[in-house]
């Protein structure tokens, strides 16, 4: 899968909780990725839009959120009933139903609205807008939002199997400052690790993966990096993780879904942990 941003500078100003604009992005990426199970593109963008004649979205200057698949699309039926609680395309056990009804309730809250564009077999477009805000205040609130997670300079080994998800936190840690290496399994982990030369500073391994599983491939990476912390994450159940050999009471954890604030978090607690002798 491929991550594309178009993010581009000037984009207006608005008045939102950068935690819970941060939910949005995740929840709209998570499901684009879960409407491309062969690969695809995903692209996220921002961009300035002045309405002026739309039926369901008032009159204004809006800034623009973005995000769209190249995955199945949606008929005319399930984008009508996209954003209803509980409702899901997904088979038992893949998801909630609750992942765009809280995308819409955390927009509307903002004062915004929610567009999608879709068609079976070309993808989806889902459009967040977000009504411009004269307070001049609100970028430089935003921004100082952004510098509450520290940042890092340290190199950070990424073992993550689905695509999307390492696109993601590879962005996000590169955008807090960390160097970023990256393996889609845990043998290519631990070959990755044996022929690094300088330090690795953590590994942010997935529990749960084909071959030997997250916890057998960070014994492998520390034995040549023992020098290196680390932080699990998983989406699954506790009873799963602990099959794995993981518990989450015992290691520093990561639940997924998580936020780029919480993850950049996570990872510099952990770093800043000092070492027992």
Do not use: C
């Not at 809250?109 to 004269?134: C, D, H, I, N």
């Not at 609100?138 to 080994?157: F, N």
């Not at 989450?248 to 800043?272: G, I, W």
């Amino acid at each position: 899968m491929r991550l594309v941003t178009d993010l581009p500078a000037g984009v207006w100003p608005v008045l939102a909780d950068p935690g819970q604009l941060e939910q949005v992005l995740l929840n709209l990426a998570v499901n684009a990725r879960d409407a491309m199970p062969k690969g695809g593109t995903l692209t996220v963008s921002a961009r300035n839009e002045t309405v002026s004649a739309d039926a369901d979205v008032a009159p204004g200057r809006y800034a623009v959120l973005s995000v769209t698949d190249t995955g199945t699309g949606m008929p005319p039926e399930v984008v009508s009933r996209a954003f209803e609680p509980f409702f899901t395309t997904k088979e038992v056990g893949k998801g909630t139903g609750l992942g765009l009804a809280t995308v819409y309730g955390i927009v509307r809250q903002a004062g915004g609205y929610v567009r999608v564009r879709s068609k079976v077999g070309e993808g989806s477009t889902f459009e967040v807008l977000l009504p411009w805000t004269k307070d001049a205040n609100a970028d430089a609130a935003g921004k100082s939002g952004i510098r509450r997670s520290p940042l890092g300079q340290e190199t950070v080994l990424v073992v993550e199997d689905e695509t999307a998800v390492r696109a993601l936190v590879r962005l996000v840690l590169k955008k807090f400052g960390y160097t970023v290496l990256e393996a889609a399994d845990g043998l290519a982990a631990e070959k990755l690790a044996a022929a690094h030369k300088g330090p690795i500073h953590l590994v942010l391994s997935d529990v749960v993966m084909p071959g030997a599983g997250g916890r057998a491939a960070v014994e492998g990476i520390l034995d040549k990096h023992p020098e290196a912390k680390v932080v699990f994450m998983s989406g699954y159940t506790d009873d799963a993780i602990m099959r794995q050999g993981v518990s989450a009471s015992e290691v520093p954890f990561l639940q997924k879904p998580f936020t780029p604030n919480s993850l950049a978090t996570k990872v510099r607690e952990v770093l800043d942990v000092p070492r027992r002798h």
